[in-house]
């Protein structure tokens, strides 16, 4: 249980530290990488928070497919899909350009969360 609570704390601020990223005087120093980068380590945080005895490579292996699907899905321009995006959620879920430097920076971010999660014990 207390591994759960260490990866749901780590899951809640790194959704703070993915939404503070957008914040206009940030974003034009850091760009908009850094928010991919936090969005899978948010992926594994959560896959950590539901799973935490899965090996650390089957939850990276699991943020990766996640990031990739929600990535490749964007190359999906569907109205109704288009219209999903255009909410708040649905932009920052899903997102809205398909980027292979995006798949980069999920494969770093995957990378982080998983040096993160082998010092949680």
């Known amino acids: 249980m207390k591994i759960r609570?260490?990866?749901?704390?780590?899951?809640?601020?790194?959704?703070l530290?993915?939404?503070?990223?957008?914040?206009?005087?940030i974003?034009?120093?850091i760009g908009t990488w850094l928010g991919d980068v936090l969005y899978a380590v948010m992926i594994f945080f959560l896959w950590s928070v539901l799973f935490p005895k899965q090996s650390l490579i089957r939850r990276a292996l699991f943020a990766l497919l996640i990031c990739y699907?929600?990535?490749?899905?964007?190359?999906?321009?569907?109205?109704?899909m288009l219209n999903l995006r255009a909410t708040r959620l649905g932009s920052l879920v899903l997102g809205h350009g398909f980027l292979w430097s995006d798949i980069a920076l999920y494969t770093l971010g995957v990378l982080v969360a998983v040096g993160i999660?082998?010092?949680i014990k």
């Not at 699907?69 to 109704?80: M, N, P, S």
């Open 27 to 29: 974003r034009e120093v």
């Open 5 to 15: 609570l260490h990866f749901l704390l780590l899951f809640f601020g790194t959704i």
């Open 69 to 80: 699907a929600i990535e490749f899905l964007q190359l999906y321009q569907a109205q109704w």
């Open 117 to 119: 999660g082998r010092r």
């Open 17 to 25: 530290l993915g939404l503070s990223s957008r914040w206009a005087p």
